[in-house]
């Protein structure tokens, strides 16, 4: 097994009465509820908990890509992996990923991700996603095209990457002259690349027939991931191939301390401000942005999102989060890893307004006590 520290880097300050004054935490949020001063203290305190799982023997840090929104506050998350390339010795860097389709040219994607590379000595992960519904809103970006600029964008990157340049580029979104990125990744033939979902059919299949690493996008039921991770093994053997449980991740959210009802009662303030104010306007499926059958299979599972469960032991029955003891965390996450069949596990320890020294001592304490029982699932 593999564990990651993943980081949203949310907003904590919104209004007590936010979510029935606002419709969405997405695109049209009001941006005069940001303040630059303690946005530029989150920052530095999210990035330190990044680099704090570095010196606590994780395996990996996880960042990820969002436009316009309080959910998650990283419209650019290779500026996070530079610093994380500098910050860290040993984790990997698994940007998670670049949405393709909102860069223009993609080959910007290419060489930001080298960079990032060679400075870590070659660590990071290379995530690439189609981007989530509400970014086609705040790019203004054509949503009926999302699968054809993604697919072209990522042939064009791994292109870029494997290939002599210069050579020239002429697809139905971009043409490009000359393509000869300098610097090229120091991984070889190119950094391992991760694809995280949401149960689109789609994208199950792109990843399966290209032998990547699909990751589970979180806040559904757990028969959810399961029956998204047997359809991923299902397209593999489809593919003419064994699924590894290496090419699958589950993200979770998780927290620890001394004991069960302990962590609860820390954790659980923070949660909830996450899912009623954070959540809401996540799912937003724009027309086109993927096909009938997968936009009726999201529809189908939205009764088993997180928002849905209102009491602790439905949080914890539909494996929404993982909260308690360390003997409870490791317990649960023993029954549950080999259910799914997943290799890697990301972990989300901070939500919400959950504050740094909360955040820390979990991790700690899932580092030193929960990771060792785990290591050889």
Known sequence: MKFFAFHLMPWDRLPADFAQRHASAWTWIPNALYDPAHGGTLYNRYLDELVLADRLGFDGVCVNEHHQNAYGLMPSPNLMGAILARQTRNVKIAVIGNALPLYNPPTRVAEEFAMIDVISGGRLIAGMVVGGGPEYFSFSVNPTFARSMFSEAFDLILRAWTEPGPFEHYG??????????????????????????????????????????????????????????????????????????????????????????????????????????????????????????????????????????????????????????????????????????????????????????????????????????????
Not at 195 to 206: H, L, M, W, Y
Not at 364 to 370: K, L, R
């Open 172 to 377: 139905q979104h971009w043409k490009l002259r000359y393509v000869n990125p300098w610097p090229r990744p120091l991984q070889q033939p190119h950094p391992p690349i991760w694809i995280p979902g949401a149960g689109s059919k789609e994208t199950i299949d792109f990843v399966a027939q290209r032998r990547f690493g699909y990751m589970g996008i979180p806040y559904f039921h757990l028969d959810f991931f399961q029956r998204n991770f047997d359809m991923f093994r299902d397209a593999c053997n489809r593919a003419g191939y064994t699924a590894s449980p290496e090419q699958l991740g589950w993200l979770l959210p998780i927290y620890c301390a001394e004991t069960d009802e302990q962590a609860w009662n820390e954790y659980e303030p923070h949660l909830r401000y996450f899912i009623d104010n954070l959540l809401q306007g996540l799912v937003v499926l724009p027309p086109g942005y993927t096909s009938a059958r997968s936009v009726a299979a999201i529809g189908k599972a939205l009764d088993k999102f997180m928002s849905a469960a209102k009491t602790r032991q439905e949080l914890e029955r539909g494996g929404y989060v993982v909260v308690g003891s360390p003997a409870t965390v490791r317990d649960r996450l023993s029954e549950l890893i080999p259910r799914l069949g997943v290799g890697n596990l990301l972990g989300l320890f901070q939500m919400g307004t959950l504050p740094h020294e909360l955040t820390c001592r979990s991790m700690t304490i899932f580092a030193e006590q929960v990771i060792p029982g785990l290591r050889n699932l």
